[in-house]
């Protein structure tokens, strides 16, 4: 994604353990693309966002439930 989209992209890491959907996402990042990682109060596993803060990759961190409406804003601001 990060290769064919670069800027015209949004990714988006929720829970999980490891580490390889974070580098994905701080490639599409410095690619330009959008991105939002799942906070930690509505994640059952934090380790991946974490891994992804913690990288840079994140641009914003919003909760489950508002990640969508997130989503929605973001597309509409790349069309």
């Not at 990682?37 to 489950?64: F, T």
């Amino acid at each position: 994604v990060a290769q064919s989209a670069g800027a015209r992209a949004v990714g988006i890491i929720l829970t999980g353990m490891g580490s390889d959907g974070a580098r994905g996402l701080l490639a599409m990042r410095k690619a330009g693309a959008r991105t939002i990682g799942q906070d930690e109060a509505s994640c059952v596993v934090y380790g991946m966002p974490k891994v992804a803060c913690e990288l840079g990759a994140v641009e914003k961190q919003y909760p489950l439930n508002y990640i969508g409406q997130a989503l929605y804003k973001l597309i509409n601001q790349l069309l």
